[in-house]
């Protein structure tokens, strides 16, 4: 078996990643921070959430399929003490040394009171969805 049988090609992992993400409209880039719409950031997770869950959300009556509910928590991390970085768009004065994120981790979706999706890790970072850097 050769490495094109194994791995996708460059161009289908792209696509994929670019499914990871909310829409470009709803992420808002400046030279001091990157943020989402909170709204986007919960629909996009609900959506991976489905997905993810397709075989067991294919087995729910017509009727609940209105009735999810997603539990989550959120918070903040900062991070200072960085080696100092002066780049060209920083104005003069300001410092990129500390960095803060407001994040959002999922932890349950419910259906009624059916579990469709538990996080079993939720203190982990693989789960934190960035809100604002």
Excluded at 10 to 20: A, I, L, N
């Amino acid at each position: 078996m050769s490495a094109l049988d194994k791995f996708p090609s460059y161009k289908v992992v792209q696509e994929s990643k670019k499914q990871c993400y909310p829409k470009p409209k709803d992420i808002q880039v400046t030279s001091i921070h990157a943020e989402v719409s909170l709204q986007a950031l919960l629909d996009h997770t609900v959506e991976r959430l489905f997905l993810v869950q397709k075989p067991v959300i294919d087995l729910l009556p017509e009727i609940e399929l209105d009735k999810f509910i997603l539990y989550s928590k959120w918070g903040f991390d900062g991070s200072s003490g960085h080696s100092p970085y002066k780049p060209t768009f920083c104005s003069p004065g300001s410092s990129d040394s500390a960095v803060f994120i407001t994040s959002l981790v999922p932890l349950r979706l419910v259906n009624d009171d059916q579990i469709i999706r538990q996080n079993t890790r939720p203190a982990s970072t693989r789960y934190c969805r960035p809100i604002k850097i």
